[in-house]
C-alpha cells in the first residue's frame, strides 16, 4: 500500500482544513486507517483512526473537532478538521494497518504517508 497526503496548509485560529490521503492497492477496504501528527519537538503521537467506514476512534484532544472518514470507493481517507487551536500545529501523516484491530500506537502501523504540514496561525 502506498499512502498520500495533501490539504495541508495556514489557517488562523478557529480556521477548518480537511486533509485527504490516497491510497493504492485493490484491498484498501481490508485496513484500518489512522491519521498521527508531529508538532515540532514532540514525538509522533495517534489522532484518529477509522475501522472500515463507520467505527472511528479519536485521541481525548481531537473529540468534537476533528472527524475521519473513508471514502472505499475512491480509496480515501479524510480528516475534517474544525475549530483549529495553535497546539494543532504539526506535521499529520496518514498510516494503514493490516487486520482489523484499531491500532493508537506508531508501531501498530505498517505503511506510511509523507505527512503533510497544518499551521494554525494565534
Known amino acids: 500500500v502506498q499512502l498520500q497526503a495533501s490539504g495541508g496548509g495556514l489557517v488562523q485560529t478557529g480556521g477548518s482544513l480537511r486533509l485527504s490521503c490516497a491510497a493504492s492497492g485493490q484491498t484498501f477496504r481490508a485496513y484500518v486507517m489512522g491519521w498521527f501528527r508531529q508538532a515540532p519537538g514532540k514525538e509522533r503521537e495517534f489522532v484518529a483512526a477509522i475501522r472500515w467506514t463507520t467505527i472511528p476512534y479519536y485521541a481525548d484532544a481531537v473529540k468534537g473537532r476533528l472527524t475521519i472518514s473513508r471514502d472505499i470507493a475512491r480509496n480515501t481517507v479524510y480528516l475534517q478538521m474544525n475549530s483549529l487551536r495553535f497546539e494543532d500545529t504539526a506535521v499529520y501523516y496518514c498510516?494503514?494497518?493490516?487486520?482489523?484491530?484499531?491500532?493508537?500506537?506508531?508501531?501498530?502501523?505498517?505503511?506510511w504517508g509523507q505527512g503533510t504540514l497544518v499551521t494554525v496561525s494565534s
Open positions: 498510516a494503514a494497518k493490516n487486520g482489523v484491530e484499531i491500532g493508537m500506537q506508531i508501531y501498530d502501523y505498517d505503511y
